[in-house]
């Protein structure tokens, strides 16, 4: 077994604490890597605090993982020891049913393998995540970091970049499509960045005038206040796709006024709460609400590529493990721009 160390939660809505465990024995597919940096995901809130209700205790979270390959399998041939690697939310799956051999892992019909949260495939063996000092990972279930990207920037696209990529590749934005994005938080500053770069017009929605110069420094065309009627009102019917990122409560109906005949918009932020929805909003122009979880491998790293092509970055605050308490507190509050990446140099090893 491999010997790891990290922190854990060990309880609902308890404090992150030390805490040693083994990961699995590699295997001839297997690499291990050292942990560079790890992205702290408003997920991550979500699963310590048992929002969702199938958090699995201790957990050890972290879903945005760049490290440096230390050892290999045999049978392993994309990655050899030095290399930089990365692990998004999924580190494995049933391999045989529909989605998984159309390159969909992250829609396994026998549900895809948490990086965290979760027991592999043997239903026994707890995944712990990248809040720590290594990872053990098939290697069909780990990408490449492009050369010219910064490791530390680059975690939090693990999840963030690949969340918001999917669905804009997936209902084809490109030159000419008229995008509007929802929240300007830990997805909606990569959006922006990912829309620009594929050659849409973007409008931004935010309910903070202090965040309008960021949305445009950013890459957003027009930024919107969707506090003010007026605003809202002058978008009617103008836009092609909205990419709604907000993870909190909020009025459904108001954005899909500003959709054009057909228009979607998609869920990517996860409301603990329902969200209502009128059916008249829908039924006059033939709108869509859908959603979209993250992408599988191939397109995770198509993700990768793309943002190492345009060089995209998600905007992080480096923080030592020192800080993760302060850290969640300030996410609570949403008080970051845009995303806290853990320096994993600086987790403590455990007492001898």
């Known amino acids: 077994m491999t ?34 940096y790890c992205g702290i995901c408003h997920s991550d809130l979500f699963f310590v605090d048992n929002d969702w209700g199938f958090s699995v205790y201790p957990m050890v979270p972290g879903h945005e993982i760049v490290g440096q390959v230390t050892s290999v399998g045999s049978a392993v041939t994309k990655f050899r020891p030095g290399d930089i690697g990365a692990i998004g939310c999924i580190v494995d799956s049933c391999r045989q049913c529909e989605p998984c051999t159309q390159d969909l892992e992250n829609m396994c019909v026998e549900h895809p393998t948490p990086t965290y949260s979760g027991f592999e495939r043997d ?23 492009p050369g010219n990207l910064n490791p530390a920037g680059a975690a939090p696209l693990l999840c963030a970049g690949i969340t918001t990529y999917s669905p804009l590749r997936h209902w084809k934005v490109g030159e000419g499509t008229k995008v509007g994005i929802t929240g300007l938080g830990g997805l909606g500053h990569v959006a922006i960045k990912l829309a620009r770069a594929m050659g849409a017009e973007v409008t931004v929605f935010t309910t903070s005038p202090g965040k309008v110069d960021d949305a445009l420094a950013l890459g957003a065309h027009h930024v919107v206040l969707s506090t003010d009627a007026v605003q809202m009102t002058a978008q009617a019917g103008r836009l092609d796709f909205i ?20 228009g979607t918009l998609c869920l990517v932020g996860a409301p603990a709460e329902p969200l209502a929805v009128n059916a008249f909003s829908l039924i006059g122009g033939r709108k869509s609400v859908s959603g979209s979880p993250i992408g599988g491998m191939a397109e995770t790293q198509e993700m990768l ?23 969640y507190d300030r996410l609570h509050r949403s008080d970051v721009k845009y995303r806290f990446v853990i320096d994993m140099s600086t987790l403590p090893a455990p007492h001898k």
Do not use: W
């Open 3 to 36: 010997q790891s160390y990290g922190f854990a939660a060990l309880e609902a809505k308890a404090r992150l604490t030390p805490f040693t465990f083994e990961r699995r024995e590699p295997g001839p597919r297997d690499v291990v890597m050292d942990i560079l």
């Open 123 to 145: 239903g026994e063996t707890p995944t712990f995540g990248g809040y720590s000092n290594n990872y053990v990972c098939d290697e069909d279930y780990m990408m490449r970091v």
């Open 243 to 262: 990419l709604d990122t907000i993870s909190a409560k909020h009025d459904l109906d108001a954005y899909l006024a500003l959709l054009r005949r057909e």
């Open 305 to 327: 590529d793309f943002c190492g092509l345009h060089n995209i970055l998600a905007d992080i605050e480096l923080i030592s493990m020192a800080d993760i308490h302060a850290a």
